[in-house]
């Protein structure tokens, strides 16, 4: 029988958190996790070498009592990561895993110690929320999914169990708004500014779209609506020529269209 990852301690005094994957949701749970008192080492799949404000790492420190993984664009970077996890860490020790571009289950396939993964809704300005999307693989016993429950608790979050699935519950339903978004900027419909507007008035929503896919990185929805239309394999998950534009390119579309360059 598997361990149970019930026996991983997380105690705030002094427990380390090992958090690795791509920037910006580095920084966000390294910030949350060093303001509830954990002891918190981290390591970029970017470059970040001048970056001085968290402990950084290369090797999982020993005594790590969970760990995150937090890479949604390049899977082939977060399966290593994942595996050097796996090997690094006692088998009691948990990982917690973005599960918005790739299923935990097919990640825990990746990891000897399948039992230790589990899924959560990662994207970047979502850590400021009260609510976090977890989700257990086909292999996670109750006594992780518990420890995972517990961490994301005293970080002030309460989890919220959900299917196991690609994009999960709101990166899904956000994600294809700011697409649907793209493809009437791109056929001149709208400006930014108007669709946002529309979309807070209209649905009393927070955020606009355009609003939404700057606070989240247009990178980031872009591969959740590439992972979405891989895995379903429905148009709907189509993204619209202009995301992707903006996603090469880096740069945001700043311009009424109907006043051209």
Same mark, same amino acid.
């Given at each position: 029988?598997?361990?149970?990852?019930?026996?991983?301690? &997380?105690?705030?005094?002094?427990?380390?958190?090992?958090?690795?994957?791509?920037?910006?949701?580095?920084?966000?749970?390294?910030?949350?996790?060093?303001?509830?008192?954990?002891?918190?080492?981290?390591?970029?799949?970017?470059?970040?070498?001048?970056?001085?404000?968290?402990?950084?790492?290369?090797?999982?420190?020993?005594?790590?009592? &969970?760990?995150?993984?937090?890479?949604?664009?390049?899977?082939?970077?977060?399966?290593?990561?994942?595996?050097?996890?796996?090997?690094?860490?006692?088998?009691?020790?948990?990982?917690?895993?973005?599960?918005?571009?790739?299923?935990?289950?097919?990640?825990?396939?990746?990891?000897?110690?399948?039992?230790?993964?589990?899924?959560?809704?990662?994207?970047?300005?979502?850590?400021?929320?009260?609510?976090? *999307?977890?989700?257990?693989?086909?292999?996670?016993?109750?006594?992780?999914?518990?420890?995972?429950?517990?961490?994301?608790?005293?970080?002030?979050?309460?989890?919220?169990?959900? *299917?196991?699935?690609?994009?999960?519950?709101?990166?899904?339903?956000?994600?294809?708004?700011?697409?649907?978004?793209?493809?009437?900027?791109?056929?001149?419909?709208?400006?930014?500014?108007?669709?946002?507007?529309?979309?807070?008035?209209?649905?009393?929503?927070?955020?606009?779209?355009? *609003?939404?896919?700057?606070?989240?990185?247009? $990178?980031?929805?872009?591969?959740?609506?590439?992972?979405?239309?891989?895995?379903?394999? *429905?148009? $709907?998950?189509?993204?619209?020529?202009?995301?992707?534009?903006?996603?090469?390119?880096?740069?945001?579309?700043?311009?009424?269209?109907?006043?051209?360059?």
């Amino acid at each position: 029988m598997a361990p149970s990852a019930s026996k991983t301690s &997380i105690a705030r005094e002094k427990a380390i958190v090992y958090i690795t994957g791509e920037s910006p949701l580095v920084e966000e749970y390294a910030a949350l996790g060093s303001a509830h008192g954990y002891d918190v080492v981290v390591q970029w799949n970017e470059d970040r070498k001048r970056d001085k404000e968290y402990r950084r790492s290369a090797i999982v420190p020993a005594g790590t009592s &969970i760990a995150l993984e937090l890479t949604n664009t390049d899977l082939e970077r977060k399966k290593r990561n994942l595996q050097k996890l796996d090997k690094a860490l006692p088998p009691t020790a948990a990982i917690i895993s973005s599960s918005v571009t790739v299923s935990a289950s097919e990640q825990a396939t990746w990891i000897i110690h399948r039992h230790r993964l589990a899924g959560c809704c990662a994207l970047p300005s979502f850590s400021a929320g009260t609510v976090i *999307e977890v989700a257990p693989t086909v292999y996670t016993p109750v006594e992780t999914m518990e420890v995972v429950r517990r961490f994301f608790t005293s970080l002030g979050k309460h989890c919220e169990f959900v *299917e196991d699935r690609v994009g999960m519950v709101l990166p899904r339903v956000v994600c294809q708004i700011i697409n649907e978004a793209c493809f009437a900027l791109q056929e001149g419909v709208s400006t930014p500014a108007e669709l946002d507007t529309a979309m807070k008035l209209g649905v009393n929503y927070p955020r606009g779209p355009i *609003e939404w896919a700057e606070a989240i990185g247009i $990178r980031q929805v872009e591969a959740v609506l590439r992972a979405l239309e891989r895995d379903l394999g *429905e148009d $709907r998950y189509r993204v619209a020529p202009l995301l992707h534009q903006m996603a090469l390119t880096g740069e945001w579309w700043n311009r009424n269209p109907r006043e051209g360059s």
